[in-house]
C-alpha cells in the first residue's frame, strides 16, 4: 500500500477564514468582554495552508483590528471542542443520536472523495478534551480512558478505517502537531465514495482500558503527530 496520501485539513478555506475573523469583530462591538484571539495553533496552520499573500491578509487585518494570538484554553470540563479558533460557523458539538446510542457522531469538514486505491486522512476539526476528574475518576477503577472510532454503520459497506479501530488517548489533546485534531485514515472498498461538508462519517465512543499489575508506562516520550504520535520505539 502506498504511503502518499491525501490530506484533508480542517482548516476553513481562505475566505471563509476572513469572515469569520470579520464577524469576531462585528461581535466583539456589541461585547462587554470581546474575544478578538486566534488560537496560536490555528495560526500556525494558516502559515502553512494559506498563500503569502493571504496571509499578508489576514496579518493585517487581525493587527488593525487589535487580535491576539494566544494558545487554546484549558478546558475544566469533558467535552469535545472545536479545534480551531475561530473555527468554521458549521462547527458541530458531537452528539449522540438517542439517549441510549453509544457513540458520538463525528462530521467532516469539507466535500471530499474516498477513493478505493489508496487511503486519505481527513482532520475532523474536533478534539476530545477529558477533564482531569473524569480521568482521575476511571483510574480509581484501575482504568486508562481512551476513544474508540468506529465508520458509522450506514456507510460500513461502502467505506471502512485502514486501521479498523481508532484509538484517541486521553492526552492526545495535549499534542502539539494536531492541536488534539481528531483524524479519519479512509478508504472505499469498490468505487469512490463522495462525502459531503458536515456529513456524518464516524462515531467516537469513549472506553476503559485496564491495566496489568506491573504497568510502568514510558516516561520522556513526547505526544507528537498524529498518527503513531508517540513514536516507534
Same mark, same amino acid.
Given at each position: 500500500?502506498? $504511503?502518499?496520501?491525501? /490530506?484533508?485539513?480542517?482548516? =476553513?478555506?481562505?475566505? @471563509? ?5 470579520? %464577524?469576531?469583530? #462585528? ?51 469533558? $467535552?469535545?471542542?472545536? /479545534?480551531?479558533?475561530?473555527? =468554521?460557523?458549521?462547527? @458541530? ?5 438517542? %439517549?441510549?446510542? #453509544? ?131
Amino acid at each position: 500500500m502506498s $504511503t502518499e496520501r491525501t /490530506v484533508y485539513n480542517s482548516l =476553513p478555506p481562505f475566505q @471563509e477564514m476572513m469572515g469569520l475573523l470579520g %464577524e469576531m469583530v #462585528a461581535d466583539a462591538a456589541k461585547s462587554y468582554q470581546p474575544d478578538l484571539t486566534v488560537d496560536k495553533y490555528t495560526y500556525s496552520c494558516m502559515e502553512k495552508e494559506y498563500s503569502e499573500e493571504e496571509m499578508d491578509a489576514i496579518n493585517t487585518f487581525i493587527k488593525e483590528n487589535n487580535f491576539v494570538v494566544a494558545p487554546s484554553r484549558f478546558s475544566l470540563f469533558h $467535552t469535545f471542542a472545536p /479545534v480551531h479558533h475561530p473555527h =468554521p460557523s458549521d462547527w @458541530e458539538q458531537p452528539r449522540r443520536a438517542t %439517549e441510549l446510542s #453509544a457513540g458520538y457522531d463525528l462530521r467532516i469538514p469539507c466535500d471530499i472523495v474516498v477513493p478505493v486505491e489508496k487511503p486519505i486522512l481527513v482532520f475532523t476539526g474536533v478534539k476530545w478534551c477529558p477533564s482531569m476528574s473524569f480521568v482521575d475518576e476511571m483510574r480509581t477503577k484501575g482504568q486508562v480512558p481512551w476513544l474508540g472510532l468506529h465508520i458509522r454503520s450506514g456507510l460500513s459497506k461502502k467505506i471502512f478505517l485502514v486501521n479498523n479501530v481508532g484509538v484517541i488517548d486521553a492526552d492526545y489533546e495535549n499534542n502539539p502537531d494536531t492541536n488534539g485534531d481528531i483524524g479519519l485514515l479512509l478508504q472505499a472498498y469498490s468505487e469512490p465514495v463522495e462525502l459531503k461538508r458536515g456529513e456524518r462519517v464516524a462515531q467516537a465512543v469513549i472506553y476503559g482500558a485496564y491495566k496489568v499489575a506491573m504497568d510502568v508506562p514510558r516516561t520522556g516520550v513526547p505526544r507528537k503527530g498524529g498518527f503513531g504520535s508517540t513514536g516507534k520505539k
